[in-house]
């Protein structure tokens, strides 16, 4: 059992994008590289004046782009270096081309998502799509819903992608705004604590001239396929080291998370909102509310969507009636002709033996907040479906309906 | 936090007292970073060109290699040339993953996670990343100063891809993205980007200079002084290409040294101490530009006016150097004065080698 010091630890009231730069600096990162675009930036701004306070030794690298961000994470954390940085929106998608050959060389590079509308035309606003259209690329990745949980995700992200059993980036993901820009009381651990959680960064295989070797060689076709497997088995195999992290992390910290889903006030419920990020905390008042009046609602919180925790996600979401997938994203002419989370909750819940129906809302989309009378309408859709034992449509657009 | 002090290497630079000259220095470094038996073509000015800079530059070396023919004609899986760790990276990120090397060794080296001497960090980006996708991000890196040497191995194509025009292809090149036809009877209508002078003109206080394959020492003594540099240096070379310029391979050399004695590809350095370009560097001879054209299959088409264009440009070259022109290559910057290459038998010559 872990001794924990509680000389040094502190609460601090402070939104998403600062609670992420403590983290990396509680994290010691070497080398942080940046590239303004809201509402990421307040995350690079504080690593900035930490760095010219002197509180954290780390070069700082502003980018010329979200491409060379990721080029410069990738050359560092290739040498042996922890590596930081972060984006949102179209910053995201500037930088695709990266994140499969950062996955692929199995490098651990971490980045830190502020989520926001993809254009056009330009939004401030939150979304999940940016993040989630890189979601095959072979990142780790999951919403955090408030900013003691980002804080603690980015901790937790950094030790199981360095793992020698993993060694794959990881996408730790806030709702811009509704968790980037809100401010809320975060417990800031001992630095001893970090220590014992958290070994320094040591990859296999650096690019160091006492050891020489080639990373990334052109393959011939035949080649490609065994390196696709061990890159997808590293994303099957993560998932035990996943699990262990958590419960070292609730040790350690005192903190405890189930590493897929969170469940709340899912007892005896009959239907049941399924959802990533911010909009939890909105949920969860709404759902409190609610039961108070009787309706038997609740909540399924998708703490990590890659690697999908399939066979979790269908033993939970079998025990209801109804599932109303709230996704915040846009999947344009998917399978519900709404978001993307509808297809991959299907999938897992297509073996069950007990499949409730399903249904997809288009909410909090553009950075709109779900407000509460949207989750009484949602809840009411839910319970009419399970009246009428079939859902009305697969997908509503929440606010465009009466 | 106490910060350890950054070690540096310090070449020696090579005895070379005329450095224009054609003579072999027998004292070259006996190291060999970049090994024989990849597959790049007879005769390939690039892997001349990666030999030297790496015997220069030794053994506590790490070489990146954006996607390019010194990619993808070197290394295949489980298989490599390279003695010294080597990275590959996207055709765009050569300054980008250079740079996050350079600052991962920065950090690691002064926070004592790493002892040793700090790398020499060398980028070799083909003209196509360095003069068009990856322009933003060597610029970035020459910007940010980070203590590295970024090549721009320059064979004036994309020619892993299959000899496409880049920025760097000259007026009338032939390419398979500017074949020449009855609308465009010059092939390539537009000059080269002057990407060298662009990089020293707008990161000064970087070391910068244009090399060729057919001058070996200068080549390995720029590469030294790059590496030596304090904080970011680049370094363009001419790396003539057998398969895109079409041309017999044994001639590779020959061509590195008829192209800057044509004016065609000024030799020079940026020196960032004095904040002033060194034009010292002179060819043994010079020559009018049909001499280097008349042995490309690439040039094959050009007509007399073409010709003159291009003369015109190397007479701009040279006297942008300070040289004189003498009389001859004057009246070579008049088409009544030239014949068309088309004509010319050595153009039919070599064509037929293909």
Redesign the interface.
Known sequence: MATVTESKKRTVRINGCVASAQAAKYADVDVITAYPIRPYTATMMALAQMVANGELDAEYIVADSEHSQLSIAHGAASSGARVFTGSSGVGVQFAYELYSPISGSRMPVQMMIADRTLDPPGDFGSEHTDALSTRDMGWLMGWACDAQEAFDNHLMAYRIGEDPRVLLPQMVCQDGFFVSHITSDVELPDPGQVNEFLPPYKHPYPLDPRHPVSHGPQIMPEQGPPLQLERARAMEDSMAVIEEVHDEFANIFGRRYDPWVEEFMTDGADVVFFMQGGHAVTARFAIQHMRDRGVKVGLVRLRTIRPYPTDRVQEVLSKFKVVGVIETNMGLGSVSSGGVLYAEACAALYESQQRPLVVSFMAGMGGEAIVLKEFYWMTEKMTEAQKRGKIEKRTHWVGFEE | ?S?IEVQRQLLPILDSPNQGARFYNPELPSSEPFVPGHRTCAGCGPSIQYRMTSKAAG????L?GPTGCM??AN??????P?????????I??A???????A??????I??G??K?AY?NIICEAGDGSASDIGL??I??AL??NHDCLIICYDNEQYANTGIQASSRTPYGGMTTFSPPGPMVPEAKKLYPKDLARMMAAGHPHCYVATASVGYPIDLMNKVRKGLNHKGAAYLMVYTPCQKGFVYETPRSIDLGRLVVECGLYPIWEWDPEKRQYDYSFRPQNMRPVSEYLKLQGRFGHLHTQHIANLQKFANEQWQMMGVELPEALLQAADAKNLVNMAAAEEAVTVAETV
């Open positions: 936090m910060a053994d506590n070396t790490i990146i990619y993808v290394s295949s899986y489980l298989c490599t390279y003695n010294v760790p080597w990275a590959h990276t996207q765009g990120s300054g980008s993953f250079t740079a996050g090397v600052a991962a060794y920065e950090a690691m002064r926070k996670k790493w040793g790398p933003a991000s610029s970035g910007y940010r």
